[in-house]
C-alpha cells in the first residue's frame, strides 16, 4: 500500500521541550516537505529537500529543525524556540520539485502545548 | 491580505444540490492552479490541476474552471453527496522562486457541508 505515513496522530509537548513528527513515504518520490496549517489560514511551508542530505529553509522555518538521510524518511523536530507550536503539521512528497509535479499528503499530526 | 482569497468560508447545501466554490487570486505570474480535498483531520488529496492554458477540467462530479484573464477560479461540485462534506482548498503555484523551481500558495479554504 504505498503513500505517505505520518506519526504520531496526536503529540504533546511540554515546555521547553524538543518535539519530533515522523514522515515515512514509500513512493520512490525526491522531493519531501513539511507544512504547517492553522485554523482560518492556508498551509504554510516550513521546511523542504530536494534529495538526500539536502534540505532548504521554507517561509517559517524558525522554532524548527529536520533532516533527510534517507530517502523515505523526513522527520520534522519542534523545538522549544518555537512559542506557538500547537498546529495541524503536513508532509507532503513529490517526484522532484518541478512547477507541475503533484502533491501527495500524510494523513498529518496535531500538535498540542501542554 | 492574502494571495489566494476563497469564497464563501464555509457552505451547507443539502443532498444531490449542487454548489460552486470560488478562488481569486493575486499570485502573477503563476503556472498552475489546484484544487485539493480534505476532510477533517486528513491530509489534502488532489482533484485538479490546471494550467495557465487550460480553462476547464473534470474529475468525475468536481469540474474546475480557470479565467487566467480575471485571475478567478471556481470549483463545481454536481450532484453532491454526504462525502463530499470537506474543505476545498485552491492552491496556486508560482513559477520562479529565488530558492526552488516553483512555490505554492495555498487559500484558507472554504468548508463544505452536505446534509440529508
Known amino acids: 500500500d504505498g503513500g505517505i505515513t505520518q506519526s504520531p496522530k496526536y503529540l504533546f509537548r511540554k515546555e521547553g521541550q524538543n518535539v519530533t513528527l515522523s514522515c515515512e513515504q514509500n513512493l520512490n518520490h525526491d522531493a519531501m516537505y513539511w507544512y504547517r496549517q492553522d485554523p482560518g489560514q492556508g498551509l504554510r511551508l516550513i521546511y523542504y529537500s530536494q534529495i538526500v542530505n539536502d534540505f532548504q529553509k521554507g517561509d517559517i522555518a524558525e522554532g524548527y529543525s529536520v533532516s533527510r538521510e534517507k530517502k523515505e524518511s523526513f522527520p520534522l523536530t519542534v523545538t522549544s524556540a518555537q512559542k506557538n507550536p500547537t498546529a495541524f503539521y503536513l508532509c507532503?512528497?513529490?517526484?522532484?520539485?518541478?512547477?507541475?509535479?503533484?502533491?501527495?499528503f500524510g494523513s498529518g499530526t496535531q500538535l498540542s502545548v501542554l | 491580505k492574502n494571495q489566494v482569497e476563497q469564497s464563501p468560508q464555509s457552505l451547507i447545501i443539502l443532498e444531490g444540490k449542487n454548489c460552486t466554490l470560488q478562488c481569486n487570486y493575486t499570485v502573477s505570474p503563476f503556472s498552475n492552479l489546484r484544487w485539493y480535498k480534505q476532510d477533517t483531520g486528513r491530509g489534502p488529496v488532489s482533484l485538479t490541476i490546471m494550467t495557465f492554458s487550460e480553462n476547464t477540467k473534470s474529475n468525475g462530479r468536481y469540474t474546475a474552471t480557470l479565467d487566467a484573464d480575471t485571475k478567478q477560479s471556481s470549483l463545481h461540485i454536481t450532484a453532491s453527496q454526504l462525502s463530499d462534506s470537506a474543505s476545498y482548498i485552491c492552491?496556486?503555484?508560482?513559477?520562479?522562486?529565488?530558492?526552488?523551481?516553483?512555490?505554492?500558495?495555498f487559500g484558507a479554504g472554504t468548508i463544505l457541508r452536505v446534509k440529508s
Open positions: 507532503a512528497s513529490s517526484r522532484q520539485t518541478g512547477v507541475n509535479e503533484k502533491l501527495f
Open positions: 492552491v496556486v503555484s508560482a513559477p520562479f522562486s529565488m530558492k526552488y523551481g516553483n512555490k505554492l500558495v
